[in-house]
Structure formats: C-alpha cells, structure tokens
C-alpha cells in the first residue's frame, strides 16, 4: 500500500481514493442502490481505501447524506474525509454555472456562503469536522471574490477545527498561485488521465515545486480506460459521459486499439486495463493521490490493488509515448 502526506497537512493516507460523485445517481448516473453504495464504501476502508471524497452538489445532497449513513458505522478517525463548497442551488447569489434534475445551480466563494456549504456539510455528514474542505469550482470571472477573501474564511474554518487541510478544485495558475500565497493551501483536485493531461502543463510543476498534492480525478476517463466498452457504444443523452471528447465514436474506436496494444502489459502485471491505467497516473508524480470513482463493491474491488502494480519506467514511457501519439491524432477534434 503506497502512502503519500496530503500537502504538509500531516495527514498520511493510502495514495488511492474513493470518488463518490456517481453514488448521488440523478440525470447524470442513474438510479442508485444506496444500500449497495454503503457496502462500497465500507469495502474500500476493508482494503485500505481511507480517503473518501464527496461533494454538496452530487446529487445535490443525496451523495453526502449515503457517504454520512456510511460514517455512522464506521471509526471516523480512520477516514479522511473531504466534500467540497462553492456551488448553490438554492440562492441565485454568484455566477450561473449550470442546470440539472430543476435545480440552477451558480458558483460563489464569498465567506458567509462556504460557511454555509460547511455547516450543512456537517449536518448532513454527521460529523464535527471535514478532512479536506475544497472549494468545487473557481469563479469564472477573476477576482469577482477576491482568494485572500476565500481563504481568510477557510483558515477560520481550519483554526475552529472544522476543516483539518484546504483544498481548491478546477482552478487555472493564477487562481493557484493565488491561495498558494497564503501558506495554507495543501491540495488541488483536477481532472487528469493518461489521455487528458492539461494539468501536466502547469499546475503540476507548480504543486511538485510548492509541496500541494494534486488529487486527480477521471483517471480512467469515467470507466472508458476500462477496456470493456465495446467499440459501438453510445452514451445516453444527457448522461455523463454524453457528449466527451473520448466517448464520441470515432475517438472511443481509437482509445480501444490503443488499450488492445497493452494487452501484453495486463498480462505481464497480472492486473486489468484499469490498474494499468490508475498506476500510470499514481507515477506521474510523487505528489499525485488518485480518486477512483465506485458505487458497486466489484468496482472498488477491480480499482483497489492499482497502485501495487510493480509498473516499470519503461512501461510508463511506453503508454505515454502511445498516448501522446493519440492525442496529438485527435488534436485537431478539439474545440
């Protein structure tokens, strides 16, 4: 079991994390079986699996109240727990970001409203305090509210001993720079796959320079890195993975020849197309923590012994270099 310091929290925690966004089930994911949810995620504590990661918005509250039924049963002092502030559904304050299952929902990082998005977290949790508190998604305006603002609240929150570390999610450099200037800020959650690196820009670089970790979602691009979505497949209208660059039948065809040329590599590891794919993200970087995504005990079960996987240098550079000849192919598709 790797395990990695969150930032310079001093939190240590197995580098593998459990994503809970699916299990608020809506438009996005379908129907759940919450019961099934619960068993998941006390499989992942079974094998190893701390860090459990949630968010208001998911399913808008649905996602935070099964993670919370979970705890009930469970020695809170052995997860790392973290949920996310930012996005409001029930006040029209901030900029609009998007509408879903009737709900409108707007960013804001102004004090009283992640002060709120706390309480509720709590609450709805059960729980007296937050791991990891991030703020979801930036403004898209810059300095609408200004970081220092953010932040100063977030360090209150710290200093009460609600939130044990700070995190930010979805952010650009100068947004980063930004909350990294005050001292405070242990980690950044991003999107990033071995087919879908925008963070290895510049974000990573700057965490790797400043001691933040970076916690990477997607890792397995919402289960296409699999290897098991045939060729033909369609995603739902309006579901997730509809309308992905990745999921649009031309690219799946491509990602799917490139998975069948590291057939040899699962082989030689012992491990499926999804291990493979999480360990090459693990190594991308000392200060990278993985999020896998699960809702079903067979998932966690498939993604939990990734990190053990004894991939070799040259293998990393392999997948990469065939990758990066995919997505420079696929280049030219980008908006």
Known sequence: MEMREIGHSGIIVNGLGMGCWAIGGGSWWGENDDRMSVDTIYRAARLGIEWIDTARVYGFGHSEEVVGRALRSMQRHKVILSTKCALQWDTREGEYHFSRDGHDVYRTLTPASIRNDLEKSLQTLKTDYIDVFYTHWQCREYGLVPVDETMGELI??????????IGASNVSLQVLKDYAATGELDVIQEKLSIVDRKPEAELLPFCEAHGISLQTYSPIEQGLLTGQIPDDYVPAPGSVRDGKFWWRSENLRKVNEMLRGWEDLTEKYHCSMANLCIKWNSMLSPCIHVLCGARKTEQIDDV???????MSRQDFERMKADADALMAEAAGQRP
Do not use: N, Y
């Open 304 to 310: 939990a012994g990734s990190l053990d996987v004894p």
């Open 156 to 165: 209150k929150m710290k200093k009460e001993g609600k939130i044990r570390a």
